[in-house]
């Protein structure tokens, strides 16, 4: 069975500029969650998409946003991007959504914002 | 919100000793998750424990949810089980520890 998955690998960027981070979740799961890695921030709650609808939200600014496919994947799309983005952007699936199902995560997008 | 502890933040080990890694969080939980970062930065599942206790081969998990903490045992470490542990609870979002760096030395 196919694990989570996520495009691109790498992605660079000048400041400015707008991201857009792909992921398709593990079959038969329909909740994504995205996490933001950053260099001494730790892991970060972004978003949570379930059937299509965006359900939870960290605290991040609304230039970061995404949305749901009817095939359940999602992607990520970061506005205006600033050296700070610079992170390793996580994916997650889970077969529902919170609280009670375990999240699979996929090998990330790192973004360089330059 | 919730607060979620690692303890130690850096371990370091001779190949085959063992270890216990610690997460304390400062409220109930419904779900509790260990993971572990490879240095591609992938995170693997280790558990997903929100209580009891789970073994897999040379890993155990052991959560106490009603004392909000969770142990993570290694026993007979080897080099590749060196890298970042984190565990991550769930309250209204996933909310994890700044993770502990294992480092086996062979």
């Known amino acids: 069975e196919a694990g989570v998955t996520q495009s691109p690998t790498h992605l660079i960027k000048t400041r400015g500029q707008q991201a857009t981070l792909r992921c398709s979740p593990i079959?038969?799961?329909?909740?994504v969650y995205w996490y933001q890695q950053a260099l001494g921030l730790g892991l970060q709650f972004l978003l949570w998409y379930d059937e299509g609808e965006e359900r939870n939200r960290g605290n991040f600014p609304p230039r970061f946003s995404g949305r749901q496919f009817p095939n359940y994947s999602s992607e990520l799309n970061v506005n205006a991007l600033e050296l700070e983005d610079s992170a390793l952007y996580l994916c997650?699936?889970?077969?529902?959504?919170?609280?009670?199902?375990?999240?699979?995560f996929g090998p990330g997008t790192r973004l360089t914002v330059l | 919100g919730i607060q979620v502890e690692q303890s130690p933040p850096d371990l370091i080990l001779q190949e085959g000793a063992n270890s216990t890694l610690r997460c304390n969080f400062s409220?109930?939980?419904?779900?509790l998750q260990w993971f572990h970062q490879n240095p591609w930065g992938q995170l693997i599942n280790l558990f997903y424990i929100p209580s009891g206790t789970k073994q897999n081969g040379r890993l155990s998990a052991t959560t106490v949810a009603t004392e909000r903490y969770s142990l993570l045992y290694i026993s007979s470490s080897q080099t590749t089980d060196s890298g970042v542990y984190f565990c991550a609870v769930v309250y209204n979002d996933m909310r994890f520890g700044a993770g502990t760096r294992l480092t086996v030395k062979p």
């Open positions: 409220d109930s939980v419904n779900n």
């Open positions: 079959s038969g799961h329909t909740s």
């Open positions: 997650a699936s889970s077969l529902d959504g919170w609280p009670y199902n375990e999240q699979f």
